[in-house]
């Protein structure tokens, strides 16, 4: 028999969930069926994983050291912490951490998460980071494994929230869902804005091309959507505004800046090809969209200054 003692990383989780993530390899049937048994017991008594685990919880485990193990999946998950204990992570610049969440600074050409299995993004840097300061053992690695809780293109740069522990992620989700997040990006796009606004539209996704498009009325699949921006600094060519999601949704700035004849810099997907050519030349390579700012309840107010090209070009 072994026993498990939950602690503060692990409370305010139903039993059920906390199992299937502790013994990763084995079914949601065969768990169920070691509680009805009573081969796992939750504070020596019978469970139906519906129990909600508080902290000093004990869950007594009657399987043999080799059943224990092969649930586990210990063999299996020993590689991926063992290639990420080795896994540089120069691209994880801190901005903000405490004990259940970090921000950090994306820079330009890393995904946030994987597309294929061979890529490196973030997030692998960001759990590199966690293992080489001695912040997330091969122990909690097993049991759980931190996330970043919101994306960026591969060419924007700025702020990316991350869950260290599951009340970290718990609570970036929902702060992210009802919108008590409240993100601002810095863009420089095409032409002369000299006024604050805020323009509504719809929004349609092609999940198959990755593009979305903008419409003036709602149609089939199409989702409002509502920016608000407002200038910063101009030159006759272009402008650096201060954008406001007002709504979240896939390519939003890009997509909704462009419809309305505004571009942003150096966008091959949505841009001005002509005038990001005229821009290559002087050295802007991607497009110049960059999350400046994350507000969170509780006082969490994070800034990331603006990438070298911003400042060159004014």
Same mark, same amino acid.
């Given at each position: 028999?072994?026993?498990?003692?939950?602690?503060?990383?692990?409370?305010?989780?139903?039993?059920?969930?906390?199992?299937?993530?502790?013994?990763?390899?084995?079914?949601?049937?065969?768990?169920?069926?070691?509680l009805r048994k009573k081969n796992i017991t939750y504070n020596n008594k019978k469970a139906d994983g519906h129990e909600m685990l508080q902290d000093g919880d004990?869950?007594?485990?009657?399987?043999?050291?080799?059943?224990?193990e092969k649930m586990q999946g210990v063999a299996a998950?020993?590689?991926?912490?063992?290639?990420?204990?080795?896994?540089?992570?120069?691209?994880?610049?801190?901005?903000?951490?405490?004990?259940?969440?970090?921000?950090?600074?994306?820079?330009?050409?890393?995904?946030?998460?994987?597309?294929?299995?061979?890529?490196?993004?973030?997030?692998?840097?960001i759990l590199a980071y966690l293992i080489s300061s001695q912040q997330l053992s091969r122990a909690r690695f097993d049991l759980f494994k931190p996330s970043?809780?919101?994306?960026?293109?591969?060419?924007?740069?700025?702020?990316?929230?991350?869950?260290?522990?599951?009340?970290?992620?718990?609570?970036?989700?929902?702060?992210?869902?009802?919108?008590?997040?409240?993100?601002?990006?810095?863009? /420089? /796009?095409?032409?002369?804005?000299?006024?604050?606004?805020?323009?509504?539209?719809?929004?349609?996704?092609d999940s198959a091309s990755n593009l979305v498009s903008i419409h003036a009325i709602e149609i089939p699949g199409s989702k409002l959507i509502r920016t608000r921006f407002r200038p910063i600094r101009h030159t006759n060519e272009y402008t650096l505004l201060e954008v406001d999601l007002l709504t979240g949704?896939?390519?939003?700035?890009?997509?909704?800046?462009?419809?309305?004849?505004?571009? /942003?810099?150096?966008?091959?997907?949505?841009g001005d090809t002509t005038f990001n050519e005229q821009y290559r030349k002087s050295g802007i390579r991607r497009q110049m969209l960059h999350a400046y700012r994350i507000q969170l309840p509780g006082g969490i107010d994070c800034i990331a200054e603006e990438p070298e090209e911003f400042a060159k070009l004014f």
């Amino acid at each position: 028999m072994r026993e498990i003692t939950i602690t503060t990383e692990d409370s305010n989780q139903r039993l059920d969930k906390f199992l299937k993530r502790y013994f990763k390899d084995a079914s949601s049937g065969f768990l169920y069926k070691m509680l009805r048994k009573k081969n796992i017991t939750y504070n020596n008594k019978k469970a139906d994983g519906h129990e909600m685990l508080q902290d000093g919880d004990v869950i007594s485990v009657y399987f043999s050291d080799e059943t224990f193990e092969k649930m586990q999946g210990v063999a299996a998950s020993n590689p991926m912490y063992d290639w990420l204990s080795s896994l540089p992570h120069q691209h994880v610049q801190v901005v903000f951490e405490n004990k259940d969440l970090v921000v950090v600074n994306k820079p330009a050409g890393i995904l946030t998460q994987k597309s294929k299995p061979e890529d490196i993004s973030l997030n692998d840097e960001i759990l590199a980071y966690l293992i080489s300061s001695q912040q997330l053992s091969r122990a909690r690695f097993d049991l759980f494994k931190p996330s970043v809780a919101n994306r960026l293109d591969r060419n924007t740069t700025g702020l990316v929230l991350a869950g260290k522990t599951l009340q970290g992620q718990q609570f970036l989700a929902e702060k992210l869902r009802t919108r008590d997040a409240k993100k601002t990006y810095h863009c /420089v /796009v095409k032409g002369i804005i000299d006024h604050e606004e805020t323009k509504e539209a719809y929004l349609k996704k092609d999940s198959a091309s990755n593009l979305v498009s903008i419409h003036a009325i709602e149609i089939p699949g199409s989702k409002l959507i509502r920016t608000r921006f407002r200038p910063i600094r101009h030159t006759n060519e272009y402008t650096l505004l201060e954008v406001d999601l007002l709504t979240g949704r896939t390519h939003q700035i890009r997509a909704h800046m462009a419809y309305l004849g505004h571009p /942003v810099m150096g966008d091959v997907k949505y841009g001005d090809t002509t005038f990001n050519e005229q821009y290559r030349k002087s050295g802007i390579r991607r497009q110049m969209l960059h999350a400046y700012r994350i507000q969170l309840p509780g006082g969490i107010d994070c800034i990331a200054e603006e990438p070298e090209e911003f400042a060159k070009l004014f």
